[in-house]
């Protein structure tokens, strides 16, 4: 077999790596971040919940069944809310019924009146 020669450039590349790595080396040292000593962080918000609601089966199914309670409670008032808002005055409970009221009393004392 026989070992074929390098362009000329590849072989000026090859003489001059060395030289260029030894040359970026200082720069590189300067651009890469200084090593921080970790940082004992507070527990997260998510780990201080585990052991009050997700610890054992039961305080789990707990939690889910009042978190769904809960969450539907609020849901339905806010629904509720927002469309007695949006059809206010087109409700039943809106409606003025004295506008309607009948005398039922004289109607009740006429009848007793023919019945005798």
Same mark, same amino acid.
């Given at each position: 077999?026989?070992?074929?020669?390098?362009?000329?450039?590849?072989?000026?590349?090859? #003489? $001059?790596? %060395?030289?260029?790595?030894?040359?970026a080396r200082p720069a590189m040292a300067s651009a890469r971040p200084a090593?921080?000593?970790t940082v004992?962080?507070?527990?997260?918000g998510l780990k #201080? $919940?585990? %052991?009050?609601?997700?610890?054992s089966n039961m305080k789990y199914?707990?939690?889910v069944f009042a978190g769904?309670?809960?969450?539907?409670?609020?849901y339905g008032n806010v629904a509720n809310m927002m469309w007695?808002?949006?059809?206010?005055g087109k409700l039943v409970k809106d409606v003025d019924w004295s506008?309607?009221?009948?005398?039922?009393?004289?109607?009740?004392?006429e009848e007793e009146d023919d019945d005798e």
């Amino acid at each position: 077999l026989k070992k074929r020669s390098s362009p000329p450039a590849t072989m000026a590349f090859r #003489a $001059l790596n %060395p030289i260029m790595r030894q040359a970026a080396r200082p720069a590189m040292a300067s651009a890469r971040p200084a090593i921080r000593p970790t940082v004992a962080r507070p527990m997260s918000g998510l780990k #201080a $919940l585990y %052991p009050m609601f997700m610890d054992s089966n039961m305080k789990y199914l707990t939690f889910v069944f009042a978190g769904a309670i809960a969450v539907e409670f609020v849901y339905g008032n806010v629904a509720n809310m927002m469309w007695e808002n949006a059809n206010a005055g087109k409700l039943v409970k809106d409606v003025d019924w004295s506008k309607w009221a009948e005398d039922d009393e004289e109607e009740e004392e006429e009848e007793e009146d023919d019945d005798e």
